[in-house]
């Protein structure tokens, strides 16, 4: 009888060392379940969600002070707006290539006078470093400075896990949809318009 325990037992030892391993992933499953942020979905691949307006949480309040150097509250838009949160940084290279996407689309709502505001977070990183980032890219629309990453700590269990990631708020302030990852102008839009529209 005990070789097989021991043949067991180095079977049992294989698939512990597999699943730590697997588990090493910040994406798996298993790190997803430990974060407990209920989000069900891997962070960053694209994952689009559309909240029911019945079943949204209740409202945020992000606020900070912009690379400008100015306070700004998602409440000054509450009853009024819908208000697109991007979270970005500098040293993140998929945050590059969804810029000229959400210009294009914050281009169009502003063009159509439509109700809607759009705030970047700038993530970790200094406002000097976000700034000149900015002047770079020519991005237009203002964006908070995050260097401590906190801001997103206002979202509670429906904070983004990293950048990029998109967040739609409804006019009550609630969390109404929210792109992991890199957010296409079409998806954008069509986002912006089903809110608008619930």
């Known amino acids: 009888m005990p070789r097989p325990l021991t043949h067991a037992g ?3 030892a294989a698939a512990v060392l597999a699943l730590g391993a697997c588990s090493s992933d910040p994406n ?15 962070a960053g691949n694209g994952a689009i969600e559309q909240i029911p ?3 949204r949480l209740k409202p945020i ?5 912009t690379l400008q150097g100015q306070q700004w509250s998602s409440a000054s838009a509450r ?3 819908v208000v697109v949160i991007n979270l970005w940084g500098s040293w993140c290279p998929p945050c590059i290539t969804e810029i000229p996407d ?3 689309v914050w281009n169009e709502v502003q063009t159509a006078k439509k109700p809607v505001q759009f705030m970047g977070i700038d993530f970790r990183e200094s406002p000097q470093r976000g700034s000149a980032f900015v002047a770079t890219q020519k991005m237009t629309y203002p964006s908070l400075s995050d260097e401590s990453g906190v801001l ?3 979202f509670g269990r429906q904070a983004p896990t990293s950048p ?7 006019r009550e302030g609630r969390v109404a949809a929210r792109v992991s990852g890199v957010v296409t102008a079409a998806t954008l839009r069509g986002l912006i318009d089903d809110v608008l529209g619930s």
């Open 79 to 81: 009853g009024k707006d």
């Open 164 to 170: 990029p990631s998109t967040l739609v708020l409804d």
């Open 53 to 55: 307006a019945d079943q």
């Open 10 to 12: 180095v079977a049992f």
């Open 28 to 42: 798996s499953i298993a790190e997803q379940a430990k974060r407990g942020d209920q989000k069900g979905y891997i």
């Open 152 to 154: 997103i700590l206002a």
């Open 102 to 104: 959400l210009e294009k």
């Open 61 to 65: 309040t992000l606020e900070g002070t």
